[in-house]
């Protein structure tokens, strides 16, 4: 078994329980492998929404939801996965193909509506994630403000 190279960027899981945001830091591992995303998020009991906003180097973004009956995500760049393991690991879920290595698109891939419950309709969140001269914390940033935890967002990332 091969050791994962630690990833730069960040990961942080949002939960909505009685009508309060509450973010909180995820373990920088869960940057490298989506299994450890996933594990690390459904650590998070809550009877409310819980997702993980996962910022990789600089370069893209990745939005989890864990379920029972199994995870939604969002890539925001299908490209990124012939060089990243976990965008790699969200297209192996979602059973769509790497992208050609010659294509220099940059495309969103997952379900556009991961958000749609908390604020974000699917056709802001692809515009968003079309946003290429924004980096993904600033994507990112604009997701928590579109749903309305951008505040504690904010507060978080001054901290990390």
């Not at 906003?53 to 925001?76: Q, W």
């Amino acid at each position: 078994m091969s050791v994962k190279e630690p990833v730069a960027g960040f990961a942080v899981a949002v939960v909505r329980e009685d009508g309060k945001w509450r973010c909180s830091a995820l373990d920088a591992g869960a940057l490298t492998g989506l299994d450890a995303a996933i594990t690390e998020l459904a650590k998070l009991r809550s009877t409310g929404a819980v997702f993980g906003l996962l910022a990789v180097d600089d370069e893209f973004f990745v939005i989890v939801r864990p379920s029972p009956r199994g995870p939604s995500l969002l890539l925001s760049d299908a490209a990124a996965a012939l060089d990243y393991d976990i965008a790699a690991d969200v297209l192996d879920v979602l059973r769509v193909d790497l992208p050609d290595e010659e294509d220099d698109s940059i495309w969103p891939e997952g379900d556009l509506d991961i958000l749609a419950d908390v604020g974000l309709p699917g056709p802001e969140l692809e515009v968003i994630a079309g946003e290429v001269d924004l980096y993904p914390d600033e994507q990112l940033q604009m997701i928590a403000q579109r749903c309305g935890f951008g505040g504690e967002f904010t507060a978080l990332l001054d901290e990390i």
